[in-house]
């Protein structure tokens, strides 16, 4: 039998899946969820030493023999200070070892509660990382749990082996119940490095949708090892403005994201197998359909150098750690195969467009201004707002696309911008609302200056962000924080640039083509919109484009059982 503690189930399950079997065990009463599971089960070999100080050391020495990792197990508070000696010589001897070390929750910690120090503290060279699991609650709870044990025990063997701890609350071992008779399904990562054996990497007949993250223009190289994998398999690559990929089989299919339904997206457009590489997409609206909470069901496989265990999804089975064109290259089959898959997706943004006539606001612009920015450009769009609804629009692909969707802050967004400008003669645009251009405002004098800076700036009298359809509270003066800044004029005067505005779409127009050339003064060019035609201009757009994947949709099972067989439907569902 074993406890209900989750955290403790997630453990003993996954030491099994990565087939950790030796364990030194300390004796105490905060491990003894931890122990009971482990104790009463033939898979592992138990070994019971009362000093943990000893405990550590005898663990050394079954890996000298074994060559196999080890797990450890002592108790709370000063059983695990006593690790410390053996896993300094671990760490120095690269001695892969878990220490799972029990702990009151961290409620008590520090609290002059009973035996209840920090313990997580360890020094700087006795482990290579401390992983300090949360007190397991909830799903999400279950979720972060999950990763991390995968993590740690990952850790112990990644590239030079040492010991790691991972730290376990145990809210009262006392109260502890063990009457589960099996351990859950836990989902086990593997990690996977250039010289290992990739034979379970199996992609064929499967649905495979590649998310390209945020990315620099990729190398020829880059681009022939991506195309070689995607001509192979029965695969797309979903990308937006960031991801700055223009392959083949590329959808920029961020309006069907947004607009599909959790139900269409499971029944017709999920993958089996999502693959990852680059950095963030920064992509609200694939995150909300590929994440646990929505019980979507595939594999999801990160390719990255870093190698690290980055679960966005909740569904991470495999991290091959290398070049992603490593990796495709290894995996490029020597077929020529159906692209159904990307045809339903091409197919599905290929039905949204986006209605004629659209209230002045961010879309508008974009609208107006997508297909005038010249080619060969840089564009930067600040986050959220700009960058969502940029990404609706296509761009030539020779524009070069970049955002600060790595930490997501609305406070470099132009001197990242300035940076890049200063390095090429290219013409350079940056879309941007007002309270990120006034947070950022001082970059604005920076005086290596050249005349290829294009700045939008949307003033739309605070975070319009938050005042649309998505966000239901009040959220004007505080969340919004409207009425801070008036406008741009005077600073971008002053600092030497050309300023021009528009209050609406005649003003827009006639300074649009300006805006777009090149000229021998930069310019800011800030226009007024109001968080109210932002939120209407959106709303269009969805419902528009709902509207046309309701469509696609309907011609998809037309197509399957032909005309008679929609009557049928109907008549069932309609009752008659
Ligand atoms: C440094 C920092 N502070 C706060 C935020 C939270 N935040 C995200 S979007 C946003 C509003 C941005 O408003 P604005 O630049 O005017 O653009 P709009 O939404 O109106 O297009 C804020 C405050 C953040 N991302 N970064």
Same mark, same amino acid.
């Given at each position: /039998?074993?406890? =209900?503690?989750?955290?403790?189930?997630?453990?003993?399950?996954?030491?099994?899946?990565?087939?950790?079997?030796? $364990?030194?065990?300390?004796?105490?009463?905060?491990?003894?969820?931890?122990?009971?599971?482990?104790?009463?089960?033939?898979?592992?070999?138990?070994?019971?030493?009362?000093?943990?100080?000893?405990?550590?050391?005898?663990?050394?020495?079954?890996?000298?023999?074994?060559?196999?990792?080890?797990?450890?197990?002592?108790?709370?508070?000063?059983? =695990?200070?006593?690790?410390?000696?053996?896993?300094?010589?671990?760490?120095?001897?690269?001695?892969?070892?878990?220490?799972? =070390?029990?702990?009151?929750?961290?409620?008590?910690?520090?609290?002059?509660?009973?035996?209840?120090?920090?313990?997580?503290?360890?020094?700087?060279?006795?482990?290579?990382? =401390?992983?300090?699991?949360?007190?397991?609650?909830?799903?999400?709870?279950?979720?972060?749990?999950?990763? /991390?044990?995968?993590?740690?025990?990952?850790?112990?063997?990644?590239?030079?082996?040492? #010991?790691?701890?991972?730290?376990? #609350?145990?809210?009262?071992?006392?109260?502890?119940?063990?009457?589960?008779?099996?351990?859950?399904? $836990?989902?086990?990562?593997?990690?996977?490095?250039?010289?290992? +054996?990739?034979?379970?990497?199996?992609?064929?007949?499967?649905?495979? /949708?590649?998310?390209?993250?945020?990315?620099?223009?990729?190398?020829?190289?880059?681009?022939?090892?991506?195309?070689?994998?995607?001509?192979?398999?029965?695969?797309? $690559?979903?990308?937006?403005?960031?991801?700055?990929?223009?392959?083949?089989?590329?959808?920029?299919?961020?309006?069907? /994201?947004?607009?599909? @339904?959790?139900?269409?997206?499971?029944?017709?457009?999920?993958?089996?197998?999502?693959?990852?590489?680059?950095?963030?997409?920064?992509?609200?609206?694939?995150?909300?359909?590929?994440?646990? %909470?929505?019980?979507?069901?595939?594999?999801?496989?990160?390719?990255?150098?870093?190698?690290?265990?980055?679960?966005?999804?909740?569904?991470?089975?495999?991290?091959?750690?290398? #070049?992603?064109?490593?990796?495709?290259?290894?995996?490029?089959?020597?077929?020529? $195969? +159906?692209?159904?898959?990307?045809?339903?997706?091409? &197919?599905?943004?290929?039905?949204?467009?986006? #209605?004629? +006539?659209?209230?002045?606001?961010?879309?508008?612009?974009?609208?107006?201004?997508?297909?005038?920015?010249?080619?060969?450009?840089?564009?930067?769009?600040?986050? &959220?707002?700009?960058?969502?609804?940029?990404?609706?629009?296509?761009?030539?692909?020779?524009?070069?696309?970049? @955002?600060?969707?790595?930490?997501? %802050?609305?406070?470099?967004?132009?001197?990242?911008?300035?940076?890049?400008?200063?390095?090429?003669?290219?013409?350079?645009?940056?879309?941007?609302?007002?309270?990120?251009?006034?947070?950022?405002?001082?970059?604005?004098?920076?005086?290596?200056?050249? &005349?290829?800076?294009?700045?939008?700036?949307?003033?739309?009298?605070?975070?319009?962000?938050?005042?649309?359809?998505?966000?239901?509270?009040?959220?004007?003066?505080?969340?919004?924080?409207?009425?801070?800044? %008036?406008?741009?004029?005077?600073?971008?005067?002053?600092?030497?640039?050309?300023?021009?505005?528009?209050?609406?779409?005649?003003?827009?127009?006639?300074?649009?083509?300006?805006?777009?050339?090149?000229?021998?003064?930069?310019?800011?060019?800030?226009?007024?919109?109001?968080?109210? @035609? +932002?939120?209407?201009?959106?709303?269009?757009?969805?419902?528009?484009?709902?509207? @046309?994947?309701?469509?696609?949709?309907?011609?998809?099972?037309?197509?399957?059982?032909?005309?008679?067989?929609?009557?049928?439907?109907?008549?069932?569902?309609?009752?008659?």
């Amino acid at each position: /039998m074993y406890t =209900t503690s989750k955290s403790v189930q997630i453990i003993v399950s996954l030491l099994k899946q990565h087939g950790i079997n030796q $364990v030194v065990i300390s004796p105490g009463g905060t491990n003894v969820p931890i122990v009971q599971g482990i104790q009463d089960d033939p898979f592992f070999t138990c070994y019971s030493v009362v000093d943990e100080r000893s405990a550590m050391y005898f663990a050394i020495g079954l890996y000298f023999e074994t060559g196999k990792p080890v797990a450890t197990s002592c108790t709370s508070a000063q059983a =695990t200070r006593n690790y410390l000696p053996g896993l300094t010589e671990a760490f120095y001897k690269h001695v892969p070892i878990l220490a799972i =070390t029990a702990s009151k929750h961290p409620k008590y910690w520090g609290q002059e509660y009973m035996q209840a120090p920090v313990q997580t503290s360890l020094s700087v060279d006795s482990v290579k990382q =401390t992983f300090s699991l949360p007190y397991v609650d909830s799903k999400i709870d279950e979720l972060h749990c999950v990763r /991390m044990v995968n993590e740690a025990i990952l850790e112990i063997t990644h590239r030079v082996p040492g #010991p790691v701890q991972l730290n376990v #609350p145990i809210l009262d071992s006392v109260i502890e119940v063990f009457d589960v008779p099996e351990l859950p399904s $836990v989902r086990s990562i593997k990690r996977y490095m250039v010289w290992d +054996e990739w034979n379970d990497a199996d992609l064929t007949g499967k649905k495979i /949708m590649i998310v390209a993250g945020e990315h620099r223009p990729y190398s020829d190289n880059q681009i022939a090892a991506i195309d070689g994998f995607v001509e192979s398999y029965n695969t797309f $690559v979903y990308v937006n403005h960031l991801s700055n990929y223009h392959g083949k089989y590329a959808v920029s299919a961020n309006l069907a /994201m947004s607009c599909l @339904s959790q139900n269409d997206f499971e029944k017709s457009y999920k993958p089996d197998i999502l693959i990852t590489i680059g950095g963030q997409i920064g992509d609200y609206y694939i995150f909300g359909k590929l994440q646990s %909470g929505n019980h979507t069901d595939f594999e999801h496989w990160r390719v990255a150098e870093d190698g690290n265990i980055v679960d966005t999804y909740d569904k991470l089975t495999k991290v091959f750690e290398c #070049p992603f064109e490593l990796f495709f290259t290894r995996l490029t089959g020597n077929r020529q $195969v +159906e692209h159904a898959y990307y045809e339903s997706w091409e &197919k599905l943004q290929g039905s949204m467009a986006i #209605p004629e +006539e659209l209230p002045f606001s961010n879309p508008y612009l974009a609208q107006q201004l997508h297909a005038s920015i010249p080619k060969n450009s840089c564009l930067n769009l600040a986050i &959220k707002n700009s960058l969502r609804t940029w990404c609706y629009f296509p761009l030539d692909s020779s524009i070069i696309c970049n @955002s600060n969707v790595a930490a997501f %802050g609305i406070d470099g967004c132009m001197s990242v911008f300035l940076g890049q400008s200063v390095a090429t003669d290219k013409l350079c645009f940056l879309v941007i609302g007002d309270l990120a251009f006034f947070y950022d405002m001082n970059s604005l004098g920076i005086r290596h200056r050249k &005349k290829n800076i294009r700045i939008l700036v949307v003033n739309n009298d605070g975070g319009a962000e938050f005042k649309l359809n998505s966000h239901p509270y009040v959220a004007d003066t505080f969340i919004a924080a409207a009425g801070h800044n %008036g406008t741009v004029k005077g600073w971008a005067e002053s600092t030497g640039f050309k300023y021009i505005s528009a209050v609406n779409k005649e003003e827009f127009l006639q300074h649009k083509g300006e805006f777009v050339f090149e000229s021998e003064q930069s310019i800011v060019f800030e226009v007024f919109t109001t968080p109210e @035609s +932002e939120a209407a201009a959106l709303k269009t757009i969805h419902e528009k484009s709902s509207r @046309s994947i309701k469509d696609v949709l309907k011609n998809k099972v037309r197509s399957v059982i032909g005309d008679e067989g929609v009557k049928v439907l109907k008549d069932i569902f309609l009752g008659k």
